[in-house]
Every structure is written in C-alpha cells, then in structure tokens.
C-alpha cells in the first residue's frame, strides 16, 4: 500500500495519469479526448469528450453487477418514527419511472427542474431521474422562504418543479405547498408545472392541470433509460451564500464530479461497497448532494436518509440508536450537532443505552471543529474523529486525514493535511506566499482537482471576480487560516461576509439587504458572534432614521420577523439591536469585523482609518444589553 506523501505527490504531480486511471472504474459510454482541458484557462475542464451517465453509475451499473437485491436507502425519519427501505433495483424502478414523469411534462436533457422537498426518498427519485435524463436538477434547502426559492426559480428558469406538501420540524409542520405557490407568484419565470408528493401529515392544495399529484403521475409513468451526456456538462447547480444577496449557482459537471466522489469513498472515508454510510445533513446542502446521494451510490454503499435532529426528536440518543439500528459505519456530520449532543447529555448516558461498536470513524465538516467537541467525541465514540474542510464550490473536501490511504496522527484544530489533487498555499494581500505559521488568505493552485465547479450558473464574470482574480493562478477559498512546519492546515475564518450558523452557511450582506427594506431603518450592519451551540449567530445593528419615535423593541421584532419571511428560518436571525450610529472608516466602510470582535470579547486593534472612535465605545454598550461584549 502507498502512503500518504507517495498518492499525494502522485497526485500532483501527473495529475492526468492520476486522476485518468481512477476514472477506469466509471462506467463511461465514450471515454475522454482530454483529461485536463485547458483551453479556456484559467476555467479549466475535466475528461472533454468522455460520455457518460450519473445514474448509470449510481443504480444501473450496480443492478448489472448483483447488488440489485441490497438495500440502497435506508430513510429514518425520528419525526414520524418510521423506517423504510429501497433496494438498488426498487430504486432504479421509481426513478426510471419518476423519469419518464419528467419527460412526460417536456423535462429533456439539459432543462432544468428544482427540487424542493424535504427528507424523503422521493427526493433522491427526483434528483436521479434529472441525472437520468440528463437534466440539471437544482435542491432547494426547506428552511428557505418564498423569496429565496423565487431568486432561484429566475436564476435557473426551471422547467417543472418537483416538491413535497410538507416538511416536518420537531416542534411544527412546515406547509411548503403555500410557500412554493407564492414563490411562483413573486418570480417572473413561471414553470410549466409541479409535480407533488402528499405526505400524510398534510395535504396540499392543488391546481388542476398545474399540478400533479406524485402517486397519481408514477401509475402511469412509462420507464426511461438512461441518456449519455457530455463529462463536462451540468450535472446540477447549487446555490450557496455569497456576498451579496444574489445567491452563487454553483455548477457540480457530470464526469469529474463522479470520479472525485467515487474516490473520495475509499480514500477518504475508508468505507467498502455494501457498507452503511450515514451524512446525517440535509440534500439541500453541498454535503447531502454529495454524500447522502451521489457518493455512497457511486460506490455501491447503502446510504442512510435521516429525518430528525441530533437532541430532541425524541432524545439526545437518537444518533446512537441509528447507528446501532441499521449497522453504520461512517457518521458524518457538522460540529454543532454534537455540540447539542454534548450539552444535553454531557457524560454519555444516553449512548450506553446503545451498541454504537460497528461505527468506524466520524467525520465532520461545515465549520471548524473546536478542540473540546473532538475530544468529547473521540472519547464517548472510542473512533477516529476526522475534522475535514470543504466547500459548496468544491463538491469534496480540500483538506482531510485520508482513513482509506493512510491515517496521519490529528492535531486539534486542523483539519489534516490538503487531499492529494489539491495544493494549497497561504499568501498575503501582494500574493506571496508567507513562513509557515503564518496567516493569510488560503489558496489553491490552478487547475483544481475534478469534482469542483467549472463555474457559476449564468455568472461566469462574477465567477472570475470572486475566485480567480486576486491571487492569479490560484482560486480564492474565501478562508482565511495558515499551514504549519508540517503541512497541516489551520482554517480560522472567513475572509468575506460570509457567517456560518449550525453548519449553514449565510451571506450577513443578504441579511444587511432585508434590513435595510424595513421602512424605520436607515442602515444596518450585520455580523456573525460566536456562539456555543450554533459556532456563530448573525446580529444586527441597526440605525433608524431619524424622526422614528416607535418603541425600539417594536421595530426589532418587525425586522427579525421580516428576515425570517424574506430569508427563512434558518437564518437564525433573532439578535439584533438599536444604536445611534455605526462605526465606519474615512471612506465610509463599515467595520463589521471591529464590531464582531467587540461582541465576543476578543482582542481588537483601534483601526487607524477609523472616523470617530468614540462610537466603538457606543457600539460596546449597545451590545452588552443583548448580553455581548461583556469580556
Ligand atoms: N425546513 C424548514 N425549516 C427548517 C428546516 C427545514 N428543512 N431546517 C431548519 N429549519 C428551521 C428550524 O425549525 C428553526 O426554526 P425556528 O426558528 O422556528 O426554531 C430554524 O430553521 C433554525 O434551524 P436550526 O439551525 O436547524 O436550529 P435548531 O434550533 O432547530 O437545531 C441544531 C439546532 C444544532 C440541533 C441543528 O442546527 C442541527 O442539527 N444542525 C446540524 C446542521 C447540519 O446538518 N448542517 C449541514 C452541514 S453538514
Ligand atoms: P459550505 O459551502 O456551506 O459547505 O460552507 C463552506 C465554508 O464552511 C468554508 O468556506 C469554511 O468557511 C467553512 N468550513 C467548512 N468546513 C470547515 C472545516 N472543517 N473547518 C473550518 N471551516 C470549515
């Protein structure tokens, strides 16, 4: 067997023969002319002229090779207190039906469909039977509002949208049939119609000849084979927070995106075809995409569809029960789920109620995993706990401990060493590379490896802009951290106005921007404060115009209720506070970062180009009363 340091300079340094070799094991109807096409460089291309099929190789492929009999999705939902399962050959039956659904409402390759359901197989259906036909599906997240489903519906013009009556939170049942009617109401591109499943918990009202009633449409579906696309084309578009209130479409293309994921099983997460693989997130996130769906499919695994959450539904013992139920032996999942975990049920009790021995790592991702959570974990669990760093844009992880090549001792903090394809480098603001230890923006060398974006949905100059302009040669992560004497990285922040709340990751200017539409406010700034639970929580600081004499809390409570209609619930948006004025440079920018350090008590630095220092101490007083700044 090869170690790490060999792969990873193999990797690097013949990148085409490396990744060219991998790609054999992928079903391919034709193979490539290029595996690295650098024709349009800096936007760099994998495996040009290859065709290929994503579902062949999640189901079909599977089925000609004997696992039609193995369960490929086990859904869990701790909510209704159900499981059920599909088999790999049950699956590619409703999703070559669920395939000829959608070409029956005119979906044909390239079209696109969004997805907004909650955690249900039939969302997996959906999502396949796109791939199958090769349309480019586009999973909206259940926690976002109508306004934020309509950006997307005119952002990607989809061409039907496939969604469920009802997604199911702990404590309420979200209606997403209303939600959805009145985000085609607000967008200026209206789908040809929807296809929607009725869950029992409530039924949706429909529009005759609009919409379609999922079971209805699958009675009479006609199956369809799978459709060759192009390696390069879209497999789906993602969209993800950036910094403005125009969210980024990020696009996922067919063939690198397999042959990354596909490997990532084995060497990453050292998991075996047939084995239980469980990513307790949600598919409207990049993780869920990549692997509740599409990786442990690629590799034969049986991947686990989970509806709850980590504390409450009904215990903080929930994970543990899965776990020991359906036999997993990967868990991965964000921080602040074992966050919760850890305060409900500081000393374990609740796992020793279960046998959890059959897990064999747990992997995390979504933020920085703090020091104390691993250890609590790596101590209750008795396994490997893997911190591992990636992205929406990236589709896999930048940086992880490799389980499957070569397990690296762990240094709290870090997620290990960059994966082999990736090579990183820290450099400051004139792009030179800085002494290990030292801070700056994290970068990595063009061309990425396969499985990362080749661009932004509609946006390919914003997709320059944001990523490749600064540091020429690199693309940008947006992460600020540094690499140690021994190649470790270190992620400490973002470099932008993105936060990252209970692993979700939200744009503060999106937040800023509902804002300032409230009538009584005249500007706002919105940071991120830490947080023991959630890692961070978006705050707003508000300035009213002047002439508003309504009572403070009033129009807080307005603002707060405002975000959650325009935004969602997820945004988590529930601090905020009235203040005189806000702390800006000279030239007029707003130090959000001054005022976040001021709120959690962290050192700061009197910005010298600060305008008047004396509104800090303002600022100070104003976040104590929402109980901040008090170190
Ligand atoms: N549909 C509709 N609403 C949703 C939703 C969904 N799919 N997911 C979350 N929400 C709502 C919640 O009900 C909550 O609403 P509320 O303000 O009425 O309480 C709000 O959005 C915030 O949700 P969340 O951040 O999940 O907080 P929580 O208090 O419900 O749960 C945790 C806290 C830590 C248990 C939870 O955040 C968690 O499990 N996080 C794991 C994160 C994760 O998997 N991230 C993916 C990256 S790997
Ligand atoms: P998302 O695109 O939603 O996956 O969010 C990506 C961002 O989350 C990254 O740019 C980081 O800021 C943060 N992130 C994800 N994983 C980690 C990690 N393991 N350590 C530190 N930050 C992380």
Redesign the pocket.
């Known amino acids: 067997m090869n170690s790490f340091e060999e792969v990873y300079k193999e990797a690097c340094e013949n990148p085409e023969s490396y990744w060219a070799e991998i790609a054999e094991q992928v079903h391919w109807y034709e193979k490539w002319d290029k595996v690295i096409d650098d024709s349009d460089a800096p936007f760099y291309r994998w495996f040009t002229g290859a065709q290929t099929n994503v579902c062949f190789n999640a189901i079909d492929l599977h089925v000609k090779e004997g696992r039609g009999e193995q369960v490929a999705i086990i859904h869990d939902s701790a909510i209704t207190n159900s499981v059920s399962k599909l088999t790999y050959l049950e699956l590619q039956d409703q999703v070559s039906r669920f395939a000829g659904v959608l070409s029956s409402h005119g979906v044909a390759k390239g079209d696109r469909v969004i997805v907004y359901m909650?955690m249900v197989p039939e969302a997996v259906v959906a999502m396949l039977a796109c791939a199958r036909i090769g349309a480019v599906h586009s999973v909206v997240?259940?926690?976002f509002a109508s306004n934020e489903l309509a950006v997307r519906i005119d952002d990607c013009e989809p061409k039907l949208i496939v969604a469920a009556s009802c997604?199911l939170?702990p404590s309420r049942t979200?209606e997403y049939k209303p939600l959805l009617d009145e985000a085609i109401e607000i967008a200026t591109h209206k789908p040809d119609g929807c296809v929607v499943l009725q869950r029992p918990q409530s039924r949706a009202n429909m529009t005759k000849g609009y919409d379609f009633d999922w079971e209805e449409v699958m009675k009479t579906a006609s199956p369809m084979d799978c459709v060759p696309v192009a390696a390069t084309d879209p497999l789906y578009i993602l969209y993800t927070s950036g910094t403005t209130g125009q969210p980024k479409g990020v696009i996922r293309d067919t063939g690198g995106g397999m042959v990354s994921l596909k490997w990532s099983m084995k060497n990453i997460y050292n998991s075996n075809p047939g084995d239980v693989y469980w990513a307790?997130?949600?598919i409207g996130?990049v993780?869920g995409h990549s692997y509740i769906v599409y990786a442990p499919l690629f590799h034969g695994n049986t991947t686990l569809l989970f509806e709850g959450?980590?504390?409450g539904t009904p215990d903080a013992g929930v994970f543990w029960r899965v776990i020991s139920e359906h036999n997993v032996k990967v868990l991965f999942?964000?921080p602040?789920?074992f966050r919760?975990i850890k305060k409900e049920d500081p000393t374990g009790q609740y796992l020793k109620k279960y046998d959890v021995s059959c897990l064999e790592s747990l992997f995390l991702?979504?933020e920085r995993t703090d020091p104390d959570t691993l250890n609590w974990a790596k101590e209750k669990l008795g396994v490997p706990v893997i911190d591992h760093w990636w992205q929406t844009e990236t589709g896999w992880a930048i940086c992880s401990n490799c389980l499957g090549i070569e397990q690296l001792p762990v240094k709290d903090g870090s997620p290990t060493r960059a994966v082999p394809g990736w090579q990183l480098s820290v450099l400051d603001e004139g792009g030179n590379e800085v002494k290990p230890g030292e801070i700056g923006a994290l970068v990595a060398k063009l061309p990425l490896p396969p499985g990362t974006f080749p661009s932004l949905w509609n946006a390919q100059e914003r997709h320059f802009d944001s990523y490749l302009k600064t540091f020429p040669g690199y693309y940008e992560t947006g992460d600020a951290g540094y690499i140690d004497e021994d190649g470790y990285v270190f992620v400490m922040s973002r470099t932008d106005d993105v936060i990252n709340?209970?692993?979700?990751r939200l744009s503060t200017g999106a937040i800023e921007e509902v804002l300032a539409s409230h009538p009584d406010v005249a500007e706002c700034a919105v940071m991120g404060v830490n947080d023991a639970?959630?890692g961070e929580l978006p705050l707003g600081c508000l300035v009213l115009n002047s002439g508003v004499d309504r009572d403070d809390q009033e129009i807080i409570s307005e603002c707060v209720q405002l975000v959650r209609a325009k935004i969602g619930?997820?945004a988590?948006f529930k601090l905020a506070v009235v203040v005189g004025r806000l702390p800006k440079t000279r030239s007029g920018k707003i130090l959000r970062g001054t005022m976040k350090k001021i709120a959690d008590s962290t050192e700061w630095k009197m910005p010298a180009t600060i305008d008047d220092p004396a509104i800090l101490d303002e600022i100070e007083v104003s976040l104590q009363s929402l109980g901040y700044a008090e170190g």
Request: hydrophobic letters at 50%; zero cysteines; proline letters at 10%.
């Open positions: 909650p997240f259940g926690g997604g939170e979200v307790a997130s949600d996130w993780v959450k980590p504390v999942t964000a602040t789920a919760a991702a979504g709340v209970a692993g979700h639970l959630k619930p997820v988590a």
